[in-house]
């Protein structure tokens, strides 16, 4: 009989926790409860916060790494442990850290991806074998971003974000810009001015050479309209390449072929601009890690 070989769980696991975009982001319609129906392409980015977790058997769950600023009740990070701890009914706890890179309320996600890292590493770690679609589900009730994170892969989403549709959009460099200011998710989904009866598309209309011309994001406007840095960014960006708003804002994406373009537009950039320049992935690097455990 041959020799059967078990891996071993192990004690802690670190992952990049990535940013996504909205390559575009067309608003259909207004639900009762004030939110929106929305129809969004999700791509990651092979970039952002590194997690580390470690089971624990005191049953505590414990940030060892404060984030300034949020409450560690409202950290997604505490809430998706707790929430996951809650529904298994388990006896462990775990420590966590995390070396935070992506800047909150930029439209990439940041808060979203940690939850849904949270779930995932932690349904690994506690071996409590609860379900993708039950992560996701979970990961609902703390926010309409984290189910595309939980699935892991690119999409095309309908609803508030949980209807999602495998896709597979070309992997392009981009150069992320954020102007130095943040903005509220809520505000922009509550104002007057924002335009929410977009068409319903196909996604099968969908190809790399038409998302600049036929796609859009129904948000930029009303923030180019009263975020006087935004609009400024923009107009400097589109002199290199495509580029948009992702998300909510105030992050905008260009797009490039290779990675040398986008690091010679980001050299272009004013000092004070805050930029990165990371591919586009269509499988997010927590579940590409989590495969090989
Ligand atoms: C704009 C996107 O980033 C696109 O991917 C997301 O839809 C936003 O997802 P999120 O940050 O996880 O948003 P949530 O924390 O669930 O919601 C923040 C606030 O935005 C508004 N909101 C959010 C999502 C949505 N489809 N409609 C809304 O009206 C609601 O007022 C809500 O109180
Ligand atoms: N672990 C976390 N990381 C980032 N933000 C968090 C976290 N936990 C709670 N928050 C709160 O969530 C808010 C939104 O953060 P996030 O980074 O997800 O914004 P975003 O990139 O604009 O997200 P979205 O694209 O979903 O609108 C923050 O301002 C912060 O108060």
Avoid at 91 to 109: A, D, R, T, Y
Wanted: hydrophobic share 40%.
């Amino acid at each position: 009989m041959g020799a059967v070989t078990e891996k071993k769980m192990p004690s802690s696991i670190t992952v990049t926790s990535p940013a996504k975009l909205n390559l575009f982001l067309h608003i259909v319609g207004r639900r009762v409860d004030g939110y929106h129906n929305l129809e969004t392409l999700f791509q990651f980015l092979d970039y952002g916060d590194r997690i580390t977790i470690a089971a624990n058997a005191s049953g505590k769950i414990i940030l060892q790494t404060p984030m300034p600023g949020v409450a560690l009740e409202d950290n997604l990070i505490y809430k998706a442990a707790t929430a996951l701890q809650r529904y298994t009914k388990t006896q462990h706890g775990c420590n966590i850290s995390i070396e935070k890179v992506l800047p909150m309320g930029g439209g990439l996600g940041g808060g979203s991806s940690n939850a849904a890292t949270v779930l995932l590493l932690l349904n690994k770690l506690w071996q409590t074998n609860v379900t993708t679609e039950k992560l996701a589900d979970i990961g609902l009730s703390l926010g309409a971003d984290v189910p595309i994170f939980v699935h892991g892969f690119s999409a095309f989403a309908q609803g508030v974000g949980e209807k999602l549709t495998q896709v597979h959009p070309k992997e392009y460099w981009y150069l992320i810009s954020k102007p130095d200011i943040s903005i509220s998710t809520a505000e922009v989904f509550t104002a007057e001015q924002l335009p929410r009866n977009s068409a319903s598309i196909n996604i099968n209309d969908y190809n790399d050479d038409n998302l600049f011309s036929d796609f859009h994001n129904d948000c930029q406007t009303y923030v180019v309209n009263h975020y006087p840095k935004v609009a400024n960014l923009l107009a400097r960006l589109l002199e290199y390449a495509p580029s948009r708003m992702t998300g909510t804002g105030a992050c905008i994406f260009s797009c490039f072929s290779t990675k040398d373009e986008a690091l010679a537009a980001a050299k272009q950039l004013p000092d004070d601009v805050e930029c990165f320049v990371a591919k586009g992935v269509n499988n997010s690097p927590v579940t590409t890690a989590l495969r090989s455990i």
